[in-house]
């Protein structure tokens, strides 16, 4: 059954910092590895999915890595903004029929200003 | 345009009614699900349709009955509401194994 880890759960930093938010997960087994971000009262927006076959995602201020053999993920933010702070989740989406996105419990993200 | 929409918003009920939740997609996706996040925060997969079919059906109670009535559309209705019921429930779409997209959630209070 996979399970899947994020650490630090909550994480304060001072704008203009660059921050890596962590993702572990059990099976390695993996279609792909896809982050999100939830707003406050919010849905969650997808930021990045990374194919199992790939090591790394960018979009703008955002870089997602995968490495499979050691079940890790990381979510890199550079000169973080204010706007930024949100919760941050990872979820792993495992081979085979009928697979079921599996979530992290995410990480709390504030940026101050 | 709201490419996943779902109402209500919010719904505060009393224990033992019935209520449902409506959720609509106008990505053309063939996949539509039901989340529920619960008070820690933790977001569990419910049900998963593909093209109307029921492909996943996590374990809970037979109280809740998901309906999809084209792949565009999959509504949630929970009978005999009880007070753990109380979540917000998230509704997401997706095309094959891309990215999921999520409604803005619905947060359900029984009282």
């Known amino acids: 059954k996979q399970e899947v880890t994020q650490i630090p759960a909550a994480l304060s930093v001072p704008e203009g910092e660059n921050l890596v938010l962590n993702c572990s997960f059990t099976d390695s087994a993996i279609y792909n590895l896809q982050w999100f971000r939830q707003d406050p009262g919010k849905g969650l927006t997808s930021l990045l999915l990374?194919?199992?076959?790939?090591r790394e995602q960018t979009s703008g201020r955002l870089n997602a890595s995968l490495d499979k053999s050691s079940g890790r993920s990381t979510l890199y933010i550079a000169a973080s903004q204010p706007g930024d702070s949100a919760t941050y989740l990872c979820a792993a989406l495992p081979t085979g029929t009928a697979s079921k996105l599996t979530f992290g419990t995410g990480t709390r993200l504030q940026v101050t200003l | 345009d709201t490419a996943v929409s779902q109402t209500p918003k919010y719904l505060v009920t009393q224990m033992g009614n019935d209520k449902s939740i409506k959720c609509e997609q106008n990505l053309g996706h063939d996949t539509m699900y039901w989340y529920k996040q619960d008070s820690k925060k933790f977001l569990k997969i419910m049900f998963s349709?593909?093209?109307?079919?029921?492909?996943i059906n996590e374990t809970v109670p037979n109280r809740f009955s998901p309906k999809s009535p084209d792949k565009a559309h999959l509504n949630l209705h929970i009978n005999s509401l009880e007070l753990g019921d109380s979540a917000v429930y998230f509704c997401a779409s997706s095309q094959e194994l891309g990215p999921l997209h999520f409604g803005n959630g619905t947060r359900l209070t029984v009282t």
């Open positions: 349709y593909n093209n109307k079919e029921l492909i």
């Open positions: 990374i194919q199992s076959s790939q």
